[in-house]
């Protein structure tokens, strides 16, 4: 209802703020019986973790160490919730005293103060992307369960400040700078990088994620279409801008002869990413997301402060320079949870 | 939780196949005092009528005729659910009959097979586009809703068979073949649509959907940002295989500083498409969605039957030749059904 | 969360005023296959028919002609949702214009006007007992889909008018005046019956619902425990104030070695109504709901009209003299929907 | 949907076992600005503290300090979820070694094992009494909330091992031994206590809640009644066997005339327990529960073991003697989760 719960059978409730002392959540609805221990889920965090984006990273070091207060005995889950806790070590809140009290641009500052009327403003308080880590740990759940199931989720980055990659290794891919599905597109996009970084500027790029092993007959009708609950989980990712399915916007152009895949065995194409009508047909799931250029810049811009006064603002902090990597294994995580929850909702039905 | 319920408070939720006897819903927290009746609910059905659509429009003939069984009284809701019904009065069953056994390509046939393990093949049952009549209903109800709030929402088609449109008049979009933001590209789609249909084939496009007077303020945080339940809402309508707020894909290819907005009065660009971090902004809300060529094509294609033995299949029935402009007023209802909702949930805040 | 749909996976949704067109509802989530037609939903709700009740029953006679409108094909359910109505046919409106502007004392109309401003008012609205016959409908496809698991649920008078009945043949309640358990109490409770009618009274009672067939490990942890979610429903019915489970409020006088079940095989006793945490241990679950009196009496009562003025009311209208019987299957109804729902979620545990 | 989640808008949802790390939960939903520390919460946590029962309470030492890791800034809330966790610093798990393979009778061990095919048998792991810690916490931050709504949640024994007190002081009642209204029933209540803990077993009694300040329209209709929500949060209490409102059973066995309540200023009676038609009526609302005598006793009892062997078992652990008074609290705890919930329902429809 708040917005802090996803999912309706498998559950990631979220809490915490950047500058305050600890985030973390509860996963509530995994079965019993799935292997788990704080180990398997640090692996994914440390992917995500503030310093692991090489070039376009943040200079704020976290060790962002989860640690599981409930829901495992004896190495596995016993079906009760998962509560974990992510402490807050390296905040550094005098930052963020100077800019308290003007809006930056392209961030959530002013919509947040529209809508509570108050508002933790350290460190973008709650609309920080630090939230995502609690993300990434129900993820890492969730992926411990479809593990279980023969699901298996990957997410990579396709294009990169406007350079798209061929991909040609995506098992590879988050071992790489940029989480790069092509070894030969890295220096480039490091150029890319480190010109915007000179400039003060920032970057995007568009992050596809797939998913192999879904059983034909996942995701529900109507509304709770599987490609519709993967919009609504990746849309809710703070720097996606667009989602897309398969052809995605490409199919908008092409005509239902070249759209449509033949149903063959084994399949010839997969232009609808692995989902008709909502429902999973047993194809690999394929889904891209756009990711904007992070509005933290050191570029001086044009705002007012919270009396609506005009102002001119320049970003401090320690910023990413670009939401990606850092942004793919949330992207992957969202995947992940929309996977088990589908997963059990199945069950329901047959 | 299986799928046929839509949002949290303002909550619409439908029944109903192709074929049965008949089709509706129910619209669930709908605040008391609101003037409705059947006719104005009827008006949004009109245009989303079987017939309504020109040159790209479906043979059947159906009059679509709402009945309200309760919730409103004496002209206005009484805040008690509102129940509605849509009889099927035109099926024609037998032109599903030879095809019964074939899984139409890019359709739920076998995937709603998979999942149910038996369904109700005439006309696509539940995932028939028909569906989409009760969507239309619970959304004009929304709407009449949303009036009293001082938030319009609009639709119109800004590309068609590749063709982009420049909008130019787009509140008078709705009156126009194709819903045509611009009288002038009328002839140029009508053009390609005779060109697609002479061939047995179909075609797709990009509509947009704009909604003003939306306050700073609506959304909820995290995972029911606004932009998360719109890209759910307009993934789940059948022929949608892309969804992206205000600049949307472009926005991956742009620096920060280009794709920010300066916070500056009057704004000087709406770049976010009126959402920051997920809450709108109090600009516009922008969204477009990617419809992809209905699947229901004349042209011989290689499926298989349900028994898994190789076919060649002609789709018959009496097809739209386009999603658009019927999906339209669908994606229009979809947007007021979050907007509704969103109202509603900010109430519980401040 | 505005009150009219019950469950979580196997939900029903309800709308419908008593003097409205008609009344109805949505089945959402009933798996595919079950056995199902309007003949065997008609068969409970002439149970709960007006004048089904003999002595106390109402004298408005209403077919209660149910109608399904989806989600049965060739006989059994498709997973789709049940979409169901009922119409009004015998609305005497006219018997409710008096009282228009006075208050009942023991009814809702001075509640529904504080919560919604505005109602209405003939013959309760929305709050009228006339609602549950939608519950009755989604009862008996609860029911059709608990017979496939084996579980069977009955209900009974076991108290009425303060007269108690020892239950002998539970089986065969469901075809005696007041629902009765024993033959041999109905005598003595037609003559309390006839003795409150004479001077215009109204009566309750004490209803018990089993559950036989219902296995071991049903129910939730924490506050979606078994026994939680019967009193949910049950005092969601509106003649309901109070509800325990196997012992109840008899147990809060016991020691814990007298109301502790000894778990041995056979068991000798089942003080806990066949739930220990929430949670069925395979015994029956027993519940009673008490029944307060109908307070619609033709005995004069002090009052105020909507303005705030003094008045007295003798309630016309063709009431029932008491909610036994009528409310029986009502109450079964909810323990079918309750344990539909329960056995389709622990299909997501294990 | 598992059972570990309370509320719609304001929601609590909890984790923890007995003898995990940590017990804990995330309440989201509850608006911005309402003044909030851990000391507030404090305060409630320490009337449920194990220790704090007097005669009746374990001996298992507990602080149960609350520490808040979110949603809380400069004092106040912000309108984000607020996590908040409880460490468990004094188990003894050894103490449950020995009957880690015996089922306890009128526990949950058996019933947690058939759900699940594994638990955390450890002092009872999941299902411990100890997990209301979280609720009381949780009810905390409701009542923070209501305070400012004028809402006063206030609950006290009205029963203890079948002796009735005659309320006469409720407000005093929190810091009376057993949370006793009356002062004077106080000695008799001790002897009982002493008389069973003599014997090495348990007991139980009624406890009920009062809430002054609900506004007349505060409820939903139909299946969310206030009466049934109320049911469900209170029978969702592990030791809680019957709920009843108002008159409750009482009820069954008069006449409509003599409990209805009539309608003037002031109010003359209360029998409805300040609820009609499930909607508040600017009464107090009354709600009683049933408490069983608590399972842990010292008596030697017929069980068997987790392979179906017959067995006597005798509960050792530090268990309290009654869940009075440590329950109270909790019941207070659940009544103000509904109360904050139905007040922000309320907003949503006028």
């Known amino acids: 209802m708040s917005g802090n719960t996803f999912g309706t059978v498998f559950r990631l409730t979220t809490y915490g703020e950047s500058h305050g002392p600890a985030l973390g959540g509860v996963v509530d609805g995994c079965p019993p019986g799935v292997p788990l221990d704080a180990a398997l889920i640090q692996r994914d965090l440390d992917r995500r973790r503030p310093g692991a984006g090489g070039l376009t990273g943040t200079a704020r ?12 005995f004896e190495g596995a889950t016993t079906g009760t919730p998962i509560g ?62 479809l593990t279980g199931c023969g699901i298996e989720v990957t997410a990579y980055t396709v294009e990169f400040g406007g350079i798209p990659a061929t991909a040609v290794d995506i098992a590879g891919a988050a071992d790489r700078p940029f989480c790069a599905p092509d070894p030969a597109i890295v220096p480039a996009w490091e150029a890319r990088a480190k010109e915007a970084m000179a400039s003060g500027d920032s970057l995007g790029g568009i992050v596809e994620i797939t998913a192999t092993g879904v059983p034909a007959g996942l995701g529900e009708p109507i509304f ?49 990413g692995g ?76």
């Open 61 to 72: 070091k976290e060790p962002d160490a989860v640690r599981l207060l409930s829901g495992v």
């Open 84 to 145: 974990f806790v992510i402490e807050n070590t390296n905040q550094r809140s005098r930052d963020y005293e100077e800019a308290k009290n003007l809006l930056r641009p392209g961030h959530a500052d002013g919509t947040y103060l529209a809508k509570y009327g108050r508002r933790d403003y350290r460190g973008g308080g709650r609309s920080s992307g630090r939230e995502t880590a609690a993300r990434v740990a129900g993820g890492a759940m969730a992926g411990a369960f």
């Open 224 to 272: 709770d279409k599987l490609d519709a609950r993967l919009a609504y989980a990746l849309m809710g990712v703070g720097a996606v801008k667009g989602v897309e399915i398969g052809n995605g916007f490409a199919a908008a152009r092409l005509t239902g002869s070249a759209n449509n895949d033949p149903i063959v065995t084994p399949p010839e194409s997969n232009h609808a």
């Open 275 to 350: 989902i008709l009508g909502g429902i999973a047909n047993g194809q690999p799931i394929v889904a891209r997301a756009a990711i904007k250029p992070i509005p933290s810049i050191a570029v001086p811009q044009r705002t007012t402060d919270i009396a609506g006064n005009p102002a001119t603002i320049v970003v401090g902090g320690r910023h990413d320079r670009s939401a990606i990597p850092r942004v793919v294994p949330v992207l992957r995580a969202m995947v992940q949870l929309v996977l088990a929850d589908m997963t059990l909702l199945q069950r329901t039905v047959r």
